[in-house]
Each structure stands twice: as structure tokens, then as C-alpha cells.
């Protein structure tokens, strides 16, 4: 079945800085990867996903790039603020539909 | 709010015992999905329902059951309880099979 490796497990950047979480994949056949953002005792919440048809995506400060042939794909969230801390889950699905989550990266935004 | 809801917030139950979990999806969606969250195990899938049948399965422990009724709220049955049941369990649904999923609030269970 599918496998998704995440790094880093945890991240700390000053406020107005760059984050990037890294995913891979094992399974060449998945085809949708989102991103989920949870914060303490809360629901994972979508903020962005991709499909295997694109390599890039963006809403506002938030961007997603995937990398089939190498079997990655990674969240980059740009001028950081303090609520941008939480954990970041990366996912991946293919035929099955199932999501496969990788092991989360909690971000942690400094003042 | 994901329009996703789940009852109870909340279990505190002993072991050996049996529980449900309810979750009814947003309006309009047809599918359903399981996940546990625990501490050492990050977020597993353990089974999805399409429009009242089976369509996916994880690693769902065969003490564990799922059905979704004609009116499209799904139900987890949880049974012989051991202290390491003890999770978050959420609900997620879509519109299809294959779209994007928006998750419950989640229900935490505790198995004493």
C-alpha cells in the first residue's frame, strides 16, 4: 500500500519567514495530495491539495509544488505569522480514494 | 465549521465494552469516511462509505464495524474496548469517491 514519509517533524521559524514541509510517496499510482492544518484538539482542515495533472499551486501565502517523477511534493507557506502555528498534515490518494497522512510537522511560529 | 458534525465530543468508557460513534456528512455528500488519531499513530483511515456501501477499507481491527444508512449518516461500532482504542476519532465526507475531504470535529474516546 501506499507510504508517505513527512519532514520535518517539528519546524520553528521567526514570524515574516518562509516554512517548507516535505512529503514523498511511494505509490506512482496516487494522483491527489492535500495539505491539512490542525491545531491543538481541532479538526484537520484542508487549506490546499494538488492533483498528479499539475506541478504547482498557490492561494495567497500558501503554495504547493509536486514532483511526480520524484515522488514528492511540498508545502510552502510564505511571511509567516504566529497563527500560522499548528500541525501540518500531508496526504496522499490514488484509485482508492483513501487518504494516506503522513506523520505531521508542527510548525511553530516565533515572535 | 466543515458542516461535518459528530456525536458524542466525548466517551469515557471501561474496558470490554462496546460503543457508537455517529457522524453525518455535509449536505450533499455521498461518502463517508473513518480516521483515528492517536498519539504514537498520527491520522489512520480505517474504512469509507459510498452512497450506503463498503467502497474502501484500512487497517480497521475486525472489532470494529461501520455502516451508512439510506440517509446518508454512517455509524463506527466500536466493540470489546482495550485501553489502546483509546483515540480521536473523526468523520470525514465528500461529494464523490475521489474530491476533497472536510473532516468532523472528531470524537475522543477514552477506554479506562
Known amino acids: 500500500g501506499e507510504n508517505v514519509e513527512q519532514h520535518p517533524s517539528t519546524l520553528s521559524v521567526q514570524e515574516g519567514d518562509s516554512a517548507v514541509i516535505k512529503c514523498t510517496y511511494s505509490?506512482?499510482?496516487?494522483?491527489?495530495f492535500p495539505w491539512y492544518k490542525q491545531e491543538l484538539g481541532k479538526r484537520p482542515q484542508l487549506i490546499i491539495d494538488i492533483r498528479s495533472n499539475v506541478g504547482e499551486k498557490k492561494d495567497q501565502r500558501i503554495a504547493v509544488t509536486l514532483n511526480k517523477t520524484a515522488k514528492h511534493f511540498s508545502l510552502h507557506i510564505t511571511e509567516t505569522q504566529p497563527e500560522d502555528s499548528a500541525v501540518y498534515f500531508c496526504?496522499?490518494?490514488?484509485?482508492?480514494?483513501?487518504?494516506?497522512f503522513g506523520t505531521g510537522t508542527r510548525l511553530q511560529v516565533t515572535l | 465549521d466543515s458542516g461535518v458534525t459528530q456525536t458524542p465530543k466525548h466517551l469515557i468508557t471501561a474496558t470490554g465494552q462496546r460503543v457508537t460513534l455517529r457522524c453525518s456528512p455535509r449536505?450533499?455528500?455521498?461518502?463517508v469516511y473513518w480516521y483515528q488519531q492517536s498519539l504514537d499513530q498520527g491520522l489512520q483511515f480505517l474504512i469509507q462509505y459510498y452512497n450506503g456501501e463498503e467502497r474502501a477499507k484500512g487497517n480497521i481491527l475486525e472489532r470494529f464495524s461501520a455502516q451508512q444508512f439510506p440517509d446518508l449518516h454512517s455509524e463506527l461500532n466500536l466493540s470489546s474496548l482495550e485501553l489502546g482504542d483509546s483515540a480521536l476519532y473523526f468523520c470525514?465526507?465528500?461529494?464523490?469517491?475521489?474530491?476533497?475531504?472536510?473532516f468532523g470535529p472528531g470524537t475522543r474516546l477514552t477506554v479506562l
Open positions: 496526504a496522499a490518494a490514488g484509485t482508492a480514494s483513501k487518504l494516506t
Open positions: 449536505s450533499g455528500d455521498l461518502s
Open positions: 505509490d506512482s499510482a496516487s494522483n491527489y
Open positions: 470525514a465526507s465528500s461529494v464523490l469517491s475521489y474530491n476533497e475531504q472536510f
